[in-house]
């Protein structure tokens, strides 16, 4: 693989770029804390092991030439979203009520069942985007070197992606993380919460209105 370090440096770009990834462990690591964000950032690295492997067997490829599979996977992720975001925008006044250290509290260490909830989020926020099955379909490929094993370069390539998005969104939960006492405070709490739902509710509009 001649272009494995421009494929890295497009990896990097592709886990830094915000978007649903980016809202939802940044919701979950200022509620639950680093352990809540770490758990969405594992999640999401789960779901882009099953874009790797779907690119690698070829299911993206039946996924992009068939229209109905990709309208269902692609409203179901849509009212996911949604979903997540009328929540997120609802709880911004329950966050008004408690103080910040309460917050601080009661959230710093979440039950195990709530870090599976998060890690859950973090799967099908990932695997319900048939659009990341497309981007997938499109972007290893071209790093492809011919005459070598294609089937091992994908593997690679694509697990490379899975390290380098899983990273950095570790690194974001650990970095929120430390400035959460700040953040927590209930006033910024109502106005983030509330900006986090609208943008998780326009990204699942976004989503539905989506093309192949």
């Not at 886990?15 to 804390?33: Q, R």
Request: net charge positive; with cysteine.
């Amino acid at each position: 693989m001649e272009n494995y370090f421009y494929f890295f440096m497009t990896a990097l770009a592709m886990a830094i770029l915000p978007g649903a990834d980016f809202a939802v462990v940044t919701k979950n690591t200022l509620t639950a804390g680093k352990i809540g964000g770490q758990a969405t950032a594992l999640g999401i690295g789960s779901g882009l092991i099953f874009h790797t492997t779907a690119v690698v067997l070829g299911l993206s490829a039946i996924i992009a030439q068939s229209a109905a599979l990709f309208d269902v996977i692609k409203y179901v992720g849509a009212i996911y979203l949604f979903y997540i975001g009328i929540t997120t925008f609802l709880k911004a006044n329950q966050s008004n009520q408690i103080a910040g250290a309460d917050v601080m509290k009661t959230t710093s260490l979440p039950a195990s069942k709530n870090n599976k909830e998060y890690f859950g989020q973090g799967v099908l926020t990932n695997v319900l985007n048939p659009k990341a099955s497309i981007f997938y379909l499109t972007l290893l490929p071209q790093f492809v070197t011919p005459g070598q094993n294609p089937f091992v370069q994908l593997m690679i390539l694509g697990f490379t992606a899975v390290f380098v998005v899983t990273c950095w969104f570790l690194f974001l939960a650990y970095a929120f993380d430390h400035i959460r006492s700040w953040l927590n405070r209930p006033a910024f709490q109502v106005i983030f919460q509330r900006i986090t739902g609208i943008m998780l509710i326009t990204l699942g509009i976004k989503l539905a209105l989506a093309r192949r």
